[in-house]
C-alpha cells in the first residue's frame, strides 16, 4: 500500500495521540526526534565543506521549536547556524531551546540584523510555519518570505514549506518554494505539488500509530533518522 499524505485534521489527530497515553510522548521528546531528523536531511543534501553557514529561521511555534533543536545539531554536526526569530514563541520549551542555543554560542538575530544574516549565509532551514498555518501572511512574516524567495540561496523547508495551505499547496503563490522538504511523521496533502527532493523524518511513529492511520510508512535505512522518498509526478 502507498503512503498516506495527511489532511490537517487527521495530522493534528496524530500529533495529539503521540502526546496522549496511547502514544506517551512529551512535547520535548517529538520536537528532538523532528529537530534532529531536520538537522539530518540538511546534512544529506548540502554539506558543510560548501554550504557551512546557516540561517535557521525560527517562527513562534512549535514549528520553531524544532528549527531551534536543528540549529543545535547542525552546530554539533559542525555547521555554522545561525538562528533567525522574526518573532519568539512565549512558551517555556521554546525559551529553554533558546537557551539551549545559547549555550552552544549559536548567534540569533532579529528583524534588525535579518539582512546581513542572510546575505552572509550558504543555505537556508525554514521553519517559520507548520500544518496549521491558514494565510493570508501577516508582517512581519510577508516581508521575510519574500526576502528569503528572493536571496536565491537553496532552502530546506519543514514538514509544509512557509506559507504554503497544508493540503492545497502554495495557493496563492507567496509562498516558499524549496528545494528540499523533510515532512515529519508522514507527508501533508500539499506535499504532493511539491516536485524537489523530499524526504521523511517519522522514525519515532509507534507502531500502533501506524496503523492505526495506516500509515503505511517506508523502511529507513541503517540507523538514519529520515528516509528519501520517491520524486512526485508533476500534475
Not at 529561521?57 to 533543536?69: F, T, Y
Not at 552546530?75 to 529553554?96: E, H
Not at 545559547?102 to 550558504?122: E, H, K, P
Not at 492545497?168 to 515529519?184: I, K, M
Amino acid at each position: 500500500m502507498s503512503l498516506r499524505y495527511l489532511t490537517a485534521r487527521i495530522a493534528q489527530q496524530i500529533d495529539e495521540e503521540l502526546m496522549s497515553t496511547a502514544g506517551a510522548f512529551s512535547l520535548d521528546q517529538l520536537m528532538e526526534l523532528a529537530g534532529l531528523a531536520c538537522a539530518q536531511t540538511l546534512a544529506a543534501v548540502y554539506h558543510k565543506d560548501k554550504y557551512p553557514r546557516v540561517l535557521v529561521c525560527c517562527g513562534p511555534g512549535n514549528q520553531g521549536g524544532d528549527g531551534l533543536v536543528a540549529a543545535r545539531h547542525l552546530g554539533m554536526f559542525g555547521y555554522k547556524p545561525t538562528v533567525f526569530v522574526p518573532k519568539p514563541g512565549s512558551k517555556d520549551i521554546y525559551k529553554r531551546l533558546q537557551i539551549q542555543c545559547d549555550n552552544m554560542r549559536i548567534r540569533t538575530v532579529d528583524g534588525a540584523a535579518f539582512d546581513n544574516a542572510l546575505s552572509s549565509s550558504d543555505v537556508i532551514l525554514d521553519a517559520i510555519f507548520g500544518f496549521s498555518f491558514k494565510g493570508p501572511m501577516r508582517p512581519p512574516f510577508d516581508s521575510v518570505i519574500s526576502k528569503l524567495t528572493k536571496s536565491g540561496l537553496p532552502i530546506v523547508s519543514v514538514d509544509i514549506p512557509s506559507g504554503w495551505d497544508v493540503e492545497q499547496g502554495n495557493v496563492d503563490g507567496t509562498g516558499l518554494n524549496p528545494d528540499v522538504l523533510v515532512s515529519l511523521t508522514a507527508p501533508k496533502e500539499g506535499a504532493r505539488l511539491f516536485h524537489g527532493r523530499h524526504f521523511l523524518g517519522g522514525r519515532f511513529v509507534p507502531t500502533t500509530i501506524a496503523e492505526k492511520f495506516e500509515l503505511n510508512l517506508p523502511l529507513y535505512p541503517g540507523v538514519e533518522q529520515i528516509v528519501e522518498l520517491p520524486p512526485q509526478q508533476k500534475l
